[in-house]
């Protein structure tokens, strides 16, 4: 029992840890926090453009439109697989 104890150990994996790891698994929570509080900054500018409409001015909602599109992008390449990787 102790040889098979010793040989499952010593059993690695085919890639290293530091490339399994890589940047989604590393800031995958921060990354998303961070596209969360932008979806929601842009969400927020572009309900409040809809209900005053006359006191909403260009640049609120340009910058409302960036923030989703950056919070889209974010999710995107926090959900898209990379081509190298296999689930």
């Not at 921060?30 to 509080?37: S, T």
């Not at 809809?50 to 006191?55: A, E, K, M, S, V």
């Not at 260009?58 to 992008?73: E, K, M, N, P, S």
């Amino acid at each position: 029992m102790r040889a098979e104890t010793i040989a499952r150990v010593a059993a690695h994996q085919a890639k290293p840890l530091v490339i399994r790891g890589g940047l989604a698994r590393t800031f995958g929570g921060l990354v998303g926090f961070l596209a969360a509080l932008f979806l929601c900054l842009g969400l927020y500018l572009l309900r409040d453009a809809f209900t005053h409409p006359l006191d909403a001015q260009a640049a609120g909602v340009l910058f409302a439109a960036l923030c989703i599109t950056l919070a889209v992008i974010l999710f995107y390449y926090l959900v898209k697989p990379r081509h190298g990787q296999r689930a």
